[in-house]
């Protein structure tokens, strides 16, 4: 039944939190990177995150400005306070990159992903799914007889922890966006 | 309105217009268009090389020794292959070379077409930045572009790919000024408060020591005029890394000597013991460090680096100052000064005295012999011989380079070429080449190996063909030395693999390339034969046959402490410990 083999982690979080525990010494962080959208920047960027061994939780682009042609790239991170800055460094030195900004630290900032979660069940099992979604304030966005795909938007942890409920109801795919985030407040970067 | 051109006119009037004399190239297919218009003006010199990886390298000596960037011109495909490693060489030494690749054109990009190859992804990790230009209009900003990142902020390659069709299509041409802006701005101008905590460690510094680098040579003469006159007027004791050798003069009295893994005694019990470190354009390579938590454990540590990805990369510090060497020395002097110029000269004295007596160890002693030619002897005689002409040196990699570094002086920066961050053998005899293109009346020697030698001789070929009286100094040990000594030491002298076997004779390949061959095994004859090469008006393939078993000493082994360093054979037995092999 559990196709996506999804195993309750151990988690710093929630019981639900399925991110793999974080390092001794290491820290979670999320950087928007804004950059020109020129063909390449982002095989760049990842070329940057491989070629140097850093690690990518989840990254995600798009072209925020059509007008001046900007990108902004949302990436979640992990590592030692010293990576984290080299990483920083790093990209802040790119050509095509106007401004990083660190998140976590210059925060607070609202840190949201969608996911694309699909069920096949029927029964008792098709009413949990259901009530559950509306637990979580999910919506269906496609439905047969046999099966629903729900689209939830939230904090990651949020998103685990909805999955992982699913896991037992049918779970047949997920589609997560990763993170977008923006900081608090009025003011802009 | 500016005037319409085809995309390969573009190309050369932006070369016209950024003030380039020489392109380096070798022709094919994807490029025929910008050869086309090479062949017809007479402003741009084009040098046929022999091979790309050569243009890359001769790029690289004609930029490090001008402080203007080298350019080269190569076809897509396997010679933009080639020319990858002397791509990376540049990103790691921070050369200014600009690469101009031919690509096939844009309705065949992706379809495995004839001497295709994903030039800007094989490139886009040893490049700075680099551009696969779609439209012919885009060319000329591009190139203006493409020059201002490779000379601005930390220096490095970049390249641009330029598909045939675009070599051929109209569009105005734009001139630098107007080209468009990238986001790429770095920060030249050091932060006031961050030089004023500076100007205070150097005030109250009691065991200084100025460690400076090839960011010194990368900013400019200025920046050399102004570590002189630091060191001079603080009496600072001043190292330097390979990379660095040259902007503060051999002869100069605060002069240590390089210092790392094959740096002399004196400067790296300095660096070890010293209490203010003042960091310039180095950048704490794993050469310099050792093991990091050991290293200079008891300093504080001022770094500038126009970079800030390598400060706090390696090593942290404590005043971090992010700018343009000249710009930073400059504002740091000049606060100094203002504040009364003060030291604890009384203090520095001190620590002259501890210095001079690591000094008297005299680490780079070695035992001469009248038999045989040592290598050092060989080099000593080469400095002796040489010293009183403004002299050009480049070097190969492996044991030669580093007793160059070591027994040959540098008076003025930009004068010594050598391959440090990414240590290319075959790096030299191309590089000689660039360098005496740049310098047509100057003395360029590469000091060589045999080994490394074979790696990009064809490249004599091009010395011949423009008459560049490049002078090929070979040590020739008839080893992989620099391999030979690291299985001596740290794998049981099981010496795989670390022959030079089947050597041509040197001399006959001299006259077959249609030089001057020399030979000598004599220590009896080698002025003499030192003389003839220097005297000769041609390129000369020097064959110095030298000891084949000598060791390049001092040597801090991978993975120790600055003062656990081996200073001769005799201390070496037992030296290294096995954890000290997995380490390069
Ligand atoms: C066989 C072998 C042995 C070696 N052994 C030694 C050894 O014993 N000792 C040794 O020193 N090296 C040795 N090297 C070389 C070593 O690998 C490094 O290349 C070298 O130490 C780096 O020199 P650097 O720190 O001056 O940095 P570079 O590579 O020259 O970097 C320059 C630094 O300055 C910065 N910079 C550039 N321009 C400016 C500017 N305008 N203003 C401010 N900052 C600027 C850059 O951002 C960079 O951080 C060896 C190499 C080989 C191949
Ligand atoms: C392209 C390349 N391949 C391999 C090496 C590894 N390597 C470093 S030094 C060396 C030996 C160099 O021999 P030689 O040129 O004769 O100089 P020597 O050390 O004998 O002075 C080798 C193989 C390298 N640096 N570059």
């Not at chain 2, 010395?463 to 002078?471: C, H, I, M, N, T």
């Not at chain 2, 100094?473 to 690291?486: A, H, K, S, T, Y």
Request: charged share 20%; aromatic share 6%.
């Amino acid at each position: 039944m559990n196709a996506l083999r999804i195993k309750r982690g151990s988690s710093s979080h929630s019981a639900y939190n399925l991110r793999p525990a974080l390092k001794e010494g290491e820290e979670r962080r999320t950087l928007a990177v804004l950059v020109e959208n020129e063909a390449g920047v982002l095989a760049r960027v990842i070329g940057l995150f491989s070629g140097r061994g850093y690690n990518i939780e989840s990254l995600t682009v798009a072209e925020t400005d059509h007008v001046s042609h900007r990108s902004r790239i949302t990436i979640v991170t992990t590592g030692t306070p010293a990576v984290i800055e080299q990483i920083k460094a790093q990209l802040a030195r790119m050509v095509p990159v106007y401004d990083v900004h660190d998140l976590t630290t210059e925060g607070p900032a609202v840190e949201r992903e969608m996911a694309l979660v699909k069920v096949a069940c029927t029964g008792e099992a098709r009413v949990e799914a259901l009530r559950l979604s509306q637990v979580f304030r999910a919506n269906v966005v496609d439905t047969t007889l046999e099966s629903f795909v729900f689209e939830l938007t939230g904090a990651p942890e949020k998103i685990d922890a909805f999955v992982e409920l699913m896991a037992p109801l049918g779970l047949v795919d997920v589609a997560r966006t990763g993170v977008a985030a923006i900081t608090r407040g009025p003011k802009g970067m | 309105m500016s005037r319409e051109m085809t995309g390969a006119q573009i190309v050369v009037q932006a070369l016209k217009d950024q003030g380039v004399d020489t392109v380096f190239g070798y022709p094919g297919g994807a490029v025929l268009p910008i050869y086309d218009e090479l062949f017809k003006q007479n402003d741009i010199r084009h040098i046929l090389v022999r091979h790309e990886q050569g243009a890359a390298h001769a790029a690289e000596g004609y930029a490090r020794s001008t402080g203007r960037p080298g350019v080269l011109l190569v076809t897509s495909g396997p010679g933009a292959t080639n020319a990858v490693t002397g791509l990376t060489d540049a990103l790691m030494d921070s050369i200014p070379i600009i690469c101009l690749s031919g690509q096939v054109p844009t309705f065949l990009i992706g379809n495995d077409a004839f001497q295709e190859a994903d030039t800007v992804g094989i490139t886009r990790p040893c490049t700075k930045h680099n551009w696969l230009v779609k439209d012919t209009a885009r060319l000329a900003g591009v190139i203006h572009q493409a020059f201002y990142v490779a000379t601005h902020g930390r220096p490095g390659p970049v390249l641009i790919d330029i598909p045939k069709d675009v070599q051929f299509a109209m569009a105005p041409y734009v001139k630098p000024d107007k080209a468009p802006r990238l986001p790429y701005a770095p920060r030249v101008k050091g932060d006031p408060e961050r030089i004023r905590e500076a100007v205070e460690l150097i005030e109250n510094a009691q065991r200084p020591i100025i460690y400076s680098g090839g960011g010194v040579v990368n900013s400019g003469p200025e920046a050399s005029r102004l570590l002189r006159e630091l060191a001079d007027e603080t009496g600072f004791p001043v190292t330097s890394t390979l990379m660095g050798l040259g902007c503060y003069p051999a002869s100069g009295k605060g002069w240590l000597g390089m210092l790392g893994m094959h740096g002399t005694f004196e400067a790296n019990m300095a660096m070890h013991d010293c209490d203010v470190m003042i960091c310039i354009g180095a950048r704490f390579d794993d050469r310099i460090t050792g093991r990091t938590d050991a290293f200079s454990p008891g300093s504080k540590k001022i770094h500038i680096d126009i970079d800030p990805s390598s400060i706090n990369k390696n090593i942290l510090v404590d005043v971090p100052i992010v700018g343009d060497v000249k710009n930073v020395l400059a504002d740091m002097i000049a606060l100094w000064r203002e504040r009364g110029a003060r030291t604890r000269a009384d203090r520095v004295d001190n620590w002259w005295r501890q210095i001079k007596e690591w000094r008297s160890v005299q680490c780079l002693r070695y035992r001469n012999s009248d038999k045989i030619i040592k290598p050092q002897y060989a080099l000593q005689r080469l400095q002796a011989l040489t010293a009183d002409r403004d002299r050009y040196v480049t070097t190969e990699v492996g044991q030669h380079q580093m007793w160059a570094a070591q027994f040959l002086g540098f008076e003025e920066p930009n004068r010594w070429m050598t391959s440090g961050g990414l240590g290319t053998m075959g790096y030299g005899v191309p590089a000689s080449v660039g360098v005496q293109i740049a310098h047509p009346d100057a003395l360029v020697i590469n000091v060589a190996g045999e080994a490394s030698f074979m790696m990009n001789m064809q490249e004599m070929s091009t010395a011949v063909q423009y008459r560049l009286p490049v002078k090929q100094f070979i040590l020739n040990n008839e080893r992989l030395g620099m391999v030979r000594q690291w299985q001596q030491l740290l794998h049981g002298e099981r010496y795989s693999a670390s022959w030079s076997e089947a050597l041509p004779d040197f001399v006959k390949l001299a006259e077959a390339f249609g030089c001057k061959g020399i030979r000598c095994d004599d220590p009896a004859d080698l002025d003499d034969a030192i003389r003839e090469m220097l005297d000769h008006p041609g390129p000369v393939i020097f064959d110095c046959v030298v000891e084949k078993h000598e060791n390049c000493f001092p040597m801090i082994p991978s993975g120790k402490a600055h003062n656990e360093m081996l200073l001769g054979d005799a201390a070496t037995e037992g030296a290294i410990e096995a954890g000290g092999a997995v380490l390069v």
